[in-house]
């Protein structure tokens, strides 16, 4: 039995001049990446070779994909938008319980100030000079005040960013769902 000849193919793409080109070679290097045609000997079309995606294609391909991804993770975790809110509400408990610890611990050492101070007065009232320890104790409380003051601001602007946050994963979940 002898072998039948191969077919004979053509390549048809475009040049950089833009001129269809027809070839049985194949298609040059730097023109594969714009896409091409192989034709059959009767110069029917049994081929179409898409051009290459540009760079902007495959990151926005890249980002689809990772967002698909995350939006997949997010509704392993949520499975509705009721959980969303129960989530919510434990992290707002949450960052409001170490808020008022904070405020519990700045009316303690309000105390403490307080109570040195008219031990300084005191003193003072009595014609005699403050010790330096009691000063430097008074000092340290003050300093102790302010970095709870500055806690807690940081607590509450973490409060309003989980609230953002959760506004919008509540969003997404919801639009996911539907």
């Not at 004979?8 to 023109?31: A, C, F, H, K, N």
């Not at 707002?92 to 105390?111: K, S």
Request: overall charge neutral; hydrophobic content about 40%.
């Amino acid at each position: 039995m002898a072998a039948e000849p191969p077919e004979v193919l053509l390549y048809r793409y475009v040049d950089s001049r833009g001129i269809t080109v027809m070839d049985r070679q194949g298609v040059p290097p730097e023109y594969a990446g714009k896409g091409y045609q192989v034709l059959n000997a009767q110069g029917r079309v049994v081929q179409v070779v898409p051009p290459a995606p540009s760079a902007e294609q495959i990151r926005q391909a890249e980002a689809a994909k990772a967002q698909a991804g995350a939006d997949a993770q997010l509704l392993r975790q949520y499975r509705s938008v009721d959980d969303v809110e129960r989530a919510k509400a434990r992290k707002l408990a949450e960052i409001d319980a170490l808020i008022g610890v904070a405020q519990g611990n700045t009316q303690g050492l309000a105390a403490q100030q307080a109570s040195l101070q008219g031990q300084a007065a005191d003193l003072e009232r009595a014609g005699r000079a403050v010790p330096q320890n009691l000063i430097d104790q008074m000092n340290d409380l003050r300093d102790q005040h302010n970095a709870l003051k500055a806690e807690i601001s940081r607590y509450q602007q973490a409060r309003q960013q989980a609230e953002s946050d959760f506004a919008q994963l509540r969003a997404r979940v919801s639009s996911l769902l539907q």
